[in-house]
């Protein structure tokens, strides 16, 4: 049974069928077809605003894309730690800026630690030309850790980004498991607290490989279509990528399968919570837990599939997806159960 990665589910079969029905006639290339169109009609109703829609194939683009909008080549790019733009994209976002810096930073459940970062901010500048200049804050949303900023914790990093002058991203991988977690609407949790640039996941929550970059503030959409195309991520036939994502926005698809992937997760950990050491509060769709060596290896040679997390060797990860079903969850607690 696999908990390793909502990365391995299968394709929702709703949004399985959308690729099919896009496959009927001819349509015009490059994003330039009715699919792509309606998807960026969708998301000015959902976020209730213009947004400029670049539809992707995968999340390091739509990342990578938007440091490269709003981030020069002697900029500072400020982030967790964790965070996939740190520690995932095998330094994508330098490349696709021309060398902008990552300034990774510590913070609690992979959630940037503010002070340190007002901190950062307040003392850029004091070298002048000889340091990189401050120019964006990205937030991982929800975390890396499966833990979630508050709206109110994204106000914080609003007046952070008002009172610098630097751009405000978002990447949302698992930006349907965060908004459902906080049970607020899309616009609260991007624009309206300060968000520039969203990275729009689908991919993880029932998608077969379909992402998108919307961009709130109209100043970091020069030149965005040639960003695309350079990137490799201009999609030919893209109404198999905006297809995919029109069908993940109907009748809020999208919103019931992070829901269910949420409900497995915390089912799970309020099931184990007093056996196992639960690592970071459960907010989205990830656990993650601590066990010894030998119940790690027990679990595995019973066919549980999970991620032993990096640098450490007694904390696992489990993911909890749109396909994860109530029995497996029951099945893998009562394994737990048997090892105590």
Request: proline share 3%; charged share 20%; net charge negative.
């Amino acid at each position: 049974m696999n908990f390793r990665s909502d990365n391995e589910t299968p394709v929702n079969e709703t949004i399985l069928r959308a690729i099919i029905d896009a496959n009927h006639g001819f349509e015009e290339s490059y994003g330039y077809d009715s699919y792509s169109n309606l998807f960026n009609k969708q998301c000015q109703n959902l976020f209730q605003c213009w947004v400029e829609t670049l539809p992707l194939a995968t999340g390091t683009a739509a990342n990578s894309i938007a440091m490269a909008l709003c981030c020069p080549p002697y900029g500072a790019i400020f982030c967790h730690e964790s965070a996939h733009l740190n520690a995932d994209e095998c330094g994508a976002p330098e490349m696709f800026t021309g060398g902008a810096k990552l300034i990774p930073l510590p913070g609690q459940h992979g959630k940037i630690d503010v002070d340190i970062l007002e901190k950062k901010l307040a003392s850029s500048g004091r070298h002048g030309e000889h340091e990189v200049l401050s120019s964006v804050i990205s937030l991982t949303q929800s975390t890396e850790a499966g833990t979630v900023y508050t709206l109110d914790e994204l106000k914080t990093f609003k007046k952070l980004k008002e009172k610098y002058q630097v751009a405000l991203h978002m990447d949302g991988a698992r930006f349907a498991n965060a908004l459902v977690s906080l049970n607020c609407t899309a616009a609260e949790m991007t624009w309206q607290s300060g968000i520039d640039l969203l990275s729009f996941g689908a991919t993880k929550n029932g998608a077969m490989m379909a992402e998108s970059l919307l961009v709130f503030n109209p100043k970091y959409t020069t030149q965005i279509l040639r960003h695309r195309k350079r990137s490799g991520h201009l999609i030919s036939k893209m109404r198999y990528i905006t297809s995919q994502l029109v069908a993940y926005l109907n009748d809020d698809l999208w919103i019931k399968l992070a829901r269910h992937a949420n409900e497995q997760a915390h089912y799970f950990a309020t099931q184990v919570e007093s056996q196992i050491e639960l690592i970071h509060p459960v907010e989205a769709n990830e656990v993650f837990c601590r066990l010894s060596t030998s119940k790690i290896l027990s679990l595995k040679a019973q066919g549980y599939e999970f991620h032993v997390w990096p640098d450490s060797d007694d904390i696992i990860r489990l993911v909890f997806s749109h396909a994860t079903e109530r029995k497996d969850v029951n099945q893998l607690v009562k394994a737990i159960e048997l090892l105590y």
